[in-house]
Protein backbone atom coordinates (compact mmCIF):
# COMPACT_ATOMS: atom_id res chain seq x y z
CA UNK A 1 0.00 0.00 0.00
CA UNK A 2 0.83 3.70 -0.55
CA UNK A 3 2.53 4.90 2.60
CA UNK A 4 0.73 8.20 2.90
CA UNK A 5 2.23 11.93 3.08
CA UNK A 6 1.30 13.87 6.81
CA UNK A 7 -0.31 16.61 7.04
CA UNK A 8 1.97 18.33 9.42
CA UNK A 9 5.48 17.37 8.52
CA UNK A 10 5.31 18.08 4.69
CA UNK A 11 4.28 21.77 5.70
CA UNK A 12 6.68 24.32 4.75
CA UNK A 13 8.90 25.58 7.81
CA UNK A 14 8.14 22.17 9.68
CA UNK A 15 11.01 21.69 11.23
CA UNK A 16 12.03 17.73 12.64
CA UNK A 17 13.99 16.37 16.03
CA UNK A 18 16.93 16.48 14.12
CA UNK A 19 16.99 20.21 12.83
CA UNK A 20 16.34 19.36 9.47
CA UNK A 21 13.54 21.92 7.66
CA UNK A 22 11.14 21.10 5.26
CA UNK A 23 11.44 24.04 2.33
CA UNK A 24 8.71 22.92 0.54
CA UNK A 25 7.44 19.97 -1.92
CA UNK A 26 9.59 20.93 -5.13
CA UNK A 27 9.09 23.21 -8.03
CA UNK A 28 7.53 21.76 -10.12
CA UNK A 29 6.82 18.89 -8.02
CA UNK A 30 8.44 16.01 -9.07
CA UNK A 31 7.89 11.97 -8.28
CA UNK A 32 9.85 10.67 -4.92
CA UNK A 33 11.36 6.83 -5.21
CA UNK A 34 8.37 5.70 -3.21
CA UNK A 35 5.06 4.94 -4.55
CA UNK A 36 2.88 7.46 -4.48
CA UNK A 37 5.20 10.39 -2.99
CA UNK A 38 6.91 14.02 -4.00
CA UNK A 39 10.13 14.90 -3.23
CA UNK A 40 10.84 17.70 -0.96
CA UNK A 41 13.30 20.33 -0.32
CA UNK A 42 15.12 19.60 2.89
CA UNK A 43 17.98 21.96 4.16
CA UNK A 44 19.80 20.69 7.32
CA UNK A 45 19.43 23.81 10.06
CA UNK A 46 22.67 23.05 11.17
CA UNK A 47 25.25 22.44 8.25
CA UNK A 48 23.30 24.20 6.13
CA UNK A 49 23.07 21.79 3.00
CA UNK A 50 19.92 20.95 0.74
CA UNK A 51 18.82 17.78 -0.22
CA UNK A 52 15.68 15.52 -1.62
CA UNK A 53 13.44 13.59 0.75
CA UNK A 54 9.90 11.76 -0.04
CA UNK A 55 7.27 13.05 1.96
CA UNK A 56 7.06 9.90 4.23
CA UNK A 57 10.52 10.05 5.28
CA UNK A 58 10.50 13.78 6.25
CA UNK A 59 9.86 13.28 10.23
CA UNK A 60 12.58 11.00 10.50
CA UNK A 61 15.56 12.59 8.11
CA UNK A 62 18.87 12.82 9.46
CA UNK A 63 21.33 15.08 7.63
CA UNK A 64 23.30 13.01 5.22
CA UNK A 65 26.24 15.51 5.09
CA UNK A 66 27.14 15.43 8.93
CA UNK A 67 24.17 13.34 11.02
CA UNK A 68 25.25 10.26 9.34
CA UNK A 69 21.67 10.34 7.28
CA UNK A 70 21.03 8.31 4.52
CA UNK A 71 21.61 9.93 1.20
CA UNK A 72 19.56 12.63 0.05
CA UNK A 73 17.59 12.13 -3.20
CA UNK A 74 19.13 13.95 -6.14
CA UNK A 75 17.91 17.49 -6.15
CA UNK A 76 18.61 19.82 -9.22
CA UNK A 77 20.12 22.86 -8.44
CA UNK A 78 17.39 24.79 -10.48
CA UNK A 79 14.39 22.65 -8.48
CA UNK A 80 16.36 24.02 -4.92
CA UNK A 81 16.33 27.68 -6.01
CA UNK A 82 12.87 27.80 -7.35
CA UNK A 83 11.34 25.90 -4.51
CA UNK A 84 12.66 28.57 -1.96
CA UNK A 85 12.39 31.35 -3.75
CA UNK A 86 8.71 29.99 -4.40
CA UNK A 87 8.22 29.57 -0.60
CA UNK A 88 10.81 31.97 0.57
CA UNK A 89 11.27 35.12 -0.73
CA UNK A 90 7.44 35.66 -2.64
CA UNK A 91 4.79 34.37 0.12
CA UNK A 92 2.71 32.01 -1.57
CA UNK A 93 -1.20 31.11 0.02
CA UNK A 94 -0.49 33.86 2.76
CA UNK A 95 2.55 32.20 4.12
CA UNK A 96 5.36 34.68 5.79
CA UNK A 97 7.36 34.87 8.60
CA UNK A 98 4.93 34.27 10.99
CA UNK A 99 4.13 31.23 9.59
CA UNK A 100 7.18 29.41 9.93
CA UNK A 101 8.05 31.42 13.48
CA UNK A 102 4.99 29.76 15.39
CA UNK A 103 5.98 26.88 13.85
CA UNK A 104 9.61 26.48 14.38
CA UNK A 105 9.77 29.29 17.40
CA UNK A 106 8.91 26.69 19.86
CA UNK A 107 11.41 23.30 19.08
CA UNK A 108 14.04 25.98 19.05
CA UNK A 109 16.55 25.90 22.09
CA UNK A 110 16.10 28.36 25.11
CA UNK A 111 19.58 29.04 25.56
CA UNK A 112 22.76 28.96 23.50
CA UNK A 113 25.67 27.03 24.43
CA UNK A 114 27.25 30.29 24.95
CA UNK A 115 24.86 31.55 28.03
CA UNK A 116 26.47 28.89 30.41
CA UNK A 117 28.89 29.67 32.76
CA UNK A 118 30.96 26.37 33.83
CA UNK A 119 28.02 24.47 32.73
CA UNK A 120 25.99 26.30 34.54
CA UNK A 121 22.85 29.14 34.31
CA UNK A 122 23.91 29.67 37.92
CA UNK A 123 25.07 33.09 36.97
CA UNK A 124 22.18 34.76 36.56
CA UNK A 125 20.66 34.90 40.39
CA UNK A 126 23.76 37.23 40.75
CA UNK A 127 22.74 40.22 39.86
CA UNK A 128 26.24 42.12 41.13
CA UNK A 129 28.20 40.95 39.14
CA UNK A 130 29.23 38.38 35.48
CA UNK A 131 32.15 36.52 35.41
CA UNK A 132 34.34 38.19 32.93
CA UNK A 133 35.41 35.13 31.24
CA UNK A 134 30.97 34.49 30.20
CA UNK A 135 31.22 38.36 29.25
CA UNK A 136 33.95 37.80 26.79
CA UNK A 137 32.60 34.99 25.57
CA UNK A 138 29.16 36.26 24.77
CA UNK A 139 30.98 39.60 23.01
CA UNK A 140 32.71 37.49 20.74
CA UNK A 141 29.95 35.07 19.99
CA UNK A 142 28.36 38.18 18.81
CA UNK A 143 30.70 40.16 17.26
CA UNK A 144 33.99 38.77 16.98
CA UNK A 145 35.45 41.96 15.30
CA UNK A 146 35.29 43.56 17.82
CA UNK A 147 36.58 41.52 20.38
CA UNK A 148 40.24 43.16 20.66
CA UNK A 149 38.14 46.35 21.85
CA UNK A 150 36.29 44.57 24.57
CA UNK A 151 39.19 43.16 26.22
CA UNK A 152 40.08 46.66 27.01
CA UNK A 153 37.83 46.43 29.80
CA UNK A 154 38.59 44.96 33.10
CA UNK A 155 36.39 42.84 35.28
CA UNK A 156 35.98 45.47 38.09
CA UNK A 157 34.67 47.95 35.26
CA UNK A 158 32.43 44.90 33.52
CA UNK A 159 30.66 44.64 37.30
CA UNK A 160 30.23 48.15 37.33
CA UNK A 161 27.85 48.54 34.63
CA UNK A 162 26.50 44.87 35.31
CA UNK A 163 24.92 46.14 38.93
CA UNK A 164 24.20 49.45 37.01
CA UNK A 165 22.39 47.37 34.09
CA UNK A 166 20.58 45.32 36.50
CA UNK A 167 19.15 47.41 38.65
CA UNK A 168 17.09 49.05 36.10
CA UNK A 169 15.64 45.39 35.25
CA UNK A 170 13.20 44.82 38.16
CA UNK A 171 12.07 41.28 38.39
CA UNK A 172 8.46 41.90 37.42
CA UNK A 173 8.08 44.49 34.86
CA UNK A 174 10.40 45.39 32.36
CA UNK A 175 9.57 49.30 31.83
CA UNK A 176 10.54 50.18 28.47
CA UNK A 177 12.75 53.32 30.25
CA UNK A 178 14.45 50.66 32.22
CA UNK A 179 15.17 48.84 29.44
CA UNK A 180 17.17 51.48 27.48
CA UNK A 181 18.69 52.50 30.59
CA UNK A 182 20.46 49.08 31.20
CA UNK A 183 21.24 48.68 27.47
CA UNK A 184 22.93 52.34 27.84
CA UNK A 185 24.71 51.54 31.19
CA UNK A 186 26.44 48.11 28.88
CA UNK A 187 27.20 50.44 26.13
CA UNK A 188 29.37 52.39 28.17
CA UNK A 189 32.02 49.49 28.08
CA UNK A 190 34.28 49.68 25.64
CA UNK A 191 33.75 47.71 22.07
CA UNK A 192 30.06 46.96 23.58
CA UNK A 193 27.19 48.28 21.31
CA UNK A 194 23.46 48.08 21.83
CA UNK A 195 23.37 44.75 19.62
CA UNK A 196 26.45 43.11 21.69
CA UNK A 197 24.32 44.58 25.17
CA UNK A 198 21.00 42.84 23.66
CA UNK A 199 22.97 39.56 23.74
CA UNK A 200 24.31 39.85 27.42
CA UNK A 201 20.55 40.79 28.42
CA UNK A 202 19.43 37.90 26.13
CA UNK A 203 22.21 35.64 27.89
CA UNK A 204 20.90 36.32 31.40
CA UNK A 205 17.41 36.33 30.86
CA UNK A 206 16.15 34.61 27.37
CA UNK A 207 12.32 34.97 28.59
CA UNK A 208 12.48 38.80 28.38
CA UNK A 209 15.11 39.63 25.62
CA UNK A 210 16.10 38.43 22.21
CA UNK A 211 19.37 39.48 20.47
CA UNK A 212 19.49 42.73 17.96
CA UNK A 213 20.99 41.36 14.71
CA UNK A 214 20.29 42.93 11.21
CA UNK A 215 18.85 39.23 10.27
CA UNK A 216 15.88 39.34 12.14
CA UNK A 217 15.26 43.35 11.40
CA UNK A 218 14.82 42.77 7.99
CA UNK A 219 12.78 40.15 8.17
CA UNK A 220 10.94 42.51 10.25
CA UNK A 221 10.94 45.12 7.82
CA UNK A 222 12.70 47.49 10.94
CA UNK A 223 14.73 49.49 9.64
CA UNK A 224 18.41 48.42 10.28
CA UNK A 225 19.73 51.02 12.79
CA UNK A 226 20.58 50.15 16.49
CA UNK A 227 20.04 52.81 19.22
CA UNK A 228 18.66 51.73 22.28
CA UNK A 229 15.02 53.09 21.14
CA UNK A 230 15.70 50.56 18.59
CA UNK A 231 15.90 48.20 20.55
CA UNK A 232 13.05 48.79 22.25
CA UNK A 233 10.80 48.83 19.06
CA UNK A 234 12.10 45.36 18.11
CA UNK A 235 11.26 44.18 21.59
CA UNK A 236 8.33 45.22 21.50
CA UNK A 237 7.77 43.38 18.08
CA UNK A 238 8.80 40.50 19.18
CA UNK A 239 6.35 40.98 22.29
CA UNK A 240 3.33 41.31 20.00
CA UNK A 241 4.18 38.11 18.19
CA UNK A 242 4.47 35.97 21.34
CA UNK A 243 1.27 37.47 22.50
CA UNK A 244 -1.04 37.35 19.14
CA UNK A 245 -0.10 33.76 18.46
CA UNK A 246 -0.98 31.43 20.56
CA UNK A 247 1.35 28.91 19.89
CA UNK A 248 4.13 31.52 20.90
CA UNK A 249 2.56 32.09 24.13
CA UNK A 250 5.06 29.55 26.25
CA UNK A 251 8.29 30.94 23.90
CA UNK A 252 10.96 32.70 25.45
CA UNK A 253 11.76 36.06 23.15
CA UNK A 254 14.88 34.64 22.33
CA UNK A 255 13.54 31.46 20.72
CA UNK A 256 11.13 33.79 18.65
CA UNK A 257 13.97 35.82 17.71
CA UNK A 258 15.97 32.93 16.68
CA UNK A 259 13.41 31.62 14.45
CA UNK A 260 13.15 35.07 12.82
CA UNK A 261 17.05 34.95 12.19
CA UNK A 262 16.82 31.14 10.59
CA UNK A 263 14.24 32.85 8.41
CA UNK A 264 16.36 35.68 6.77
CA UNK A 265 18.38 32.41 5.93
CA UNK A 266 15.66 30.37 3.99
CA UNK A 267 13.83 33.48 2.57
CA UNK A 268 17.22 34.35 1.54
CA UNK A 269 18.68 31.32 0.30
CA UNK A 270 17.15 31.06 -3.41
CA UNK A 271 20.17 33.79 -4.63
CA UNK A 272 22.82 32.91 -2.21
CA UNK A 273 23.08 29.21 -1.69
CA UNK A 274 24.36 28.42 -5.38
CA UNK A 275 27.57 26.35 -3.58
CA UNK A 276 25.52 24.26 -1.25
CA UNK A 277 23.92 21.87 -4.25
CA UNK A 278 25.06 18.79 -5.45
ZN1 LIG B 1 23.90 18.89 8.30
Redesign the pocket.
Known amino acids: MTKRENKETTRVGYVNKNK?VNLGRTKPPRAGSDHGQYVYVIR??????NYGANGSDIFERK?????GGKLGLKLLASEIHKTIYYYGSRPANNYDYRCFVKYIAPVLPKNDKVFFHNNSLEWRNNRNEIPIELFRNICHWKSPRRFDEVLNNTSDHVNLRWHDALLLLQETTFENNGVTGALNALTQLRGVEVRMASALLTAWNPDEFGIMDFKVLNVLGMPETYSAEDYMALRNKLLELKNTQPELNNCTLRQIELALWYYYSIQDAGTRTRSDNE
Open positions: QCMKCRKCPYHQ
